[in-house]
Nanobody, 119 residues
Framework: QVQLRESGGGLVQAGGSLRLSCVASGRTSSTSTMAWFRQAPGKEREFVARITSSGGSTYYADVVKGRFTISKDNAKSTMYLQMNSLKPEDTAVYFC????????????WGPGTQVTVSS
């Protein structure tokens, strides 16, 4: 089993920045890709970004490309999401997730952290 916990959410003005962290514990060696998702009020959960276990490959949703950066520090078992130029439409609960292989679904999820961007 893998346990994930996010932190770093909060309230920020439009144009501001936040950095989210996701600490993994348990059988972290069994994970492959890790990712960030978000869910805004009344909307479905959507993909934000993902990163391979080595950190060598990343992929972003078009709506955050150029503004958000995903990274990880394997020595700290921590994944990050640097969010710049935040917009009110980025307001959501942000979740980190992990999966055991590049083609599987994401069975491991954190409880989420709230990000609110005021206009």
């Amino acid at each position: 089993q893998v346990q994930l916990r996010e932190s770093g959410g909060g309230l920020v003005q439009a144009g501001g920045s936040l950095r989210l962290s996701c600490v993994a514990s348990g059988r972290t060696s069994s994970t492959s890709t890790m990712a960030w998702f978000r869910q805004a009020p009344g909307k479905e959960r959507e993909f934000v970004a993902r990163i391979t276990s080595s950190g060598g490959s990343t992929y972003y949703a078009d709506v955050v490309k150029g503004r958000f950066t995903i990274s990880k520090d394997n020595a700290k078992s921590t994944m990050y999401l640097q969010m710049n130029s935040l917009k009110p439409e980025d307001t959501a609960v942000y979740f980190c997730a992990a999966r055991p292989s590049p083609t599987s679904n994401y069975p491991y999820w954190g409880p989420g952290t709230q990000v609110t961007v005021s206009s």
